[in-house]
């Protein structure tokens, strides 16, 4: 028995060491640099030194995080409540029967295959001021009387990254939703049928319970994935303009990219993966108390 649980073990190496490879080390590494003095000049070797909480306090005292992070929380809240109504609707249309359904479920998965930096560009051409198609359609129905700058005007960009971020997410909730309904048993709803529930009272008294955890893992995925989106906004408007619709991913980036602040940027995302670690443990208290 104990050979078999040391051999057990040594199959275990190579996936410990791949995880501790590429994600343990830039995890730790990261944090290290929060803590330090690291810039563009240390990277021939010139040495660090420890500066405590200095790069967490500069990153709270600049001037734009209270602006990033209201964007963050507007940008974040808003795209997992749409994605998960409107990917929970799609799924209650496609969990019945008809004509071709299988194939519009397919086709409606493919904004979730197609890589962010092309969603983006795409979204940047509809989205464009004089000759985007989302101007001209408005225009076309009489809704707007002159082209709106979607991605320049401050008032109107965080909405555009947002709208282009909930249309990437719905086929992700809508699969996942979908799945928990598929495993409903049907005899439970035909006897709430059967007891006079209509299709609202079914879905609410008897589907909807019975994918709470479903939804749970649904919001809890959102809010992580959303959280870290970088290519969308990146593609689209690049954080401006004047920062309106920038959030803590690509402030990280901007910190440690286009700043070279690089040890600001890293504490930046600390507090991302700070905030994700917390919303993984309400997750976890609330699936323990059900």
Known sequence: MPSKKVFAYLLLIPSIVYLIAVFGYPIVYNLLISFTNYSVYSIPGSGTSFVGFSNYASVFRNPIFGTVLINTVIFVVGSVFAQLVIGTLLAILFNKKFPMSGILRSLIIIPWLIPLLVSGTAFKWMMDQENGVINWLLLWLHVIHHPLGWLVNPHLALISVTIANIWIGIPFNMVL????????????????????????????????????????????????????VFDIIMALTGGGPANASQIFATWAYQLSFQQFLFSQGAAVSNVMAGISIVLMILYLRVSRED
């Open 177 to 228: 939703i979908y799945s928990g309904l598929q495993e409903i048993p049907q005899e439970i709803l035909e006897a709430a049928h059967i007891d006079g529930a209509n299709a609202w009272k079914r879905f609410w008294r008897v589907s909807l319970p019975s994918i709470k955890s479903v939804i749970s893992i649904t919001v809890l995925l959102g809010l992580i994935y959303t959280l870290k």
